[in-house]
């Protein structure tokens, strides 16, 4: 099974940095996912990792420690458009199933 | 083209009612999901479709019945819903295994269940 921990709010001021983290227990893993969805709307790929370390996007960077379990996405220069909620998922060694964790609401203020 | 796209948008069906939603993408994409989100909440794997077979069914009731005519479009047929189905439901489609995963979800079916 899969267990996906992330943070359930977080708040930061615009023009900021914040790092969003996600822990996770799976009996296998093939790539982590984070997505930022917006309310009402369908959730907007951000950045996939399968192997160690850091990928950098823009003003979005994912990381990953397979050996920990663990990832972040780190959101630079804030923007009040980021305020969103932002999901972190898992997807499992037979490349099957996409377990999502409980999503990190995350709001920016000016 | 990194399009999933899903028909309708919205959707509102008595509880007697047979509609179908559907959803289609031309990237390839080998492993097709249906998700079902309510508010608030993450999104909750219901099936998944691998090179246009049925590979898992999350324990969905038979009230929700997935198709998957060809390789780039995947159905799920609605039949004798409750009003606690009315939901976004989101389809999704990824790579298989290897560094180039990324998967994708549609917009979305906003489903109301009267």
């Known amino acids: 099974g899969q267990n996906i921990d992330q943070p359930t709010e977080m708040t930061a001021t615009e023009g900021a940095i914040v790092q969003i983290n996600c822990t996770y227990q799976?009996?296998?893993?093939?790539?982590l996912f984070w997505y930022q969805q917006h309310a009402g709307e369908a959730p907007t790929f951000l950045s996939y990792?399968?192997?160690?370390g850091l990928e950098e996007k823009g003003r979005f960077s994912s990381f990953l420690s397979r050996s920990k379990g663990y990832s972040y996405l780190l959101l630079k220069e804030l923007q009040m458009k980021d305020s969103a909620s932002y999901l972190c998922?898992?997807?499992?060694?037979?490349?099957?199933?996409?377990?999502f964790g409980g999503g990190t609401r995350l709001m920016v203020k000016p | 083209d990194t399009e999933v796209t899903q028909t309708p948008k919205h959707l509102v069906m008595g509880m007697t009612n047979k509609k179908s939603l559907k959803c289609e993408q031309h990237?390839?994409?080998?492993?097709m999901y249906w998700y079902k989100q309510k508010a608030k909440k993450p999104p909750e794997l219901m099936f998944v479709?691998?090179?246009?077979?049925?590979?898992i069914n999350e324990s969905v009731p038979s009230r929700f019945s997935p198709e998957c005519p060809n390789s780039s479009l995947l159905n799920l047929h609605l039949h004798a819903l409750q009003p606690e189905d009315s939901a976004l439901y989101l389809c999704?489609?990824?790579?298989?295994?290897?560094?180039?995963?990324?998967?994708?979800f549609g917009q979305g079916t906003r489903l109301t269940v009267v």
């Open positions: 999704a489609s990824s790579q298989d295994n290897g560094r180039n995963g990324e998967a994708f």
């Open positions: 799976t009996s296998g893993f093939n790539g």
């Open positions: 990792n399968v192997l160690d």
């Open positions: 998922a898992v997807r499992d060694r037979a490349g099957n199933m996409l377990t």
């Open positions: 990237m390839g994409h080998r492993a």
């Open positions: 479709y691998s090179y246009e077979k049925l590979s």
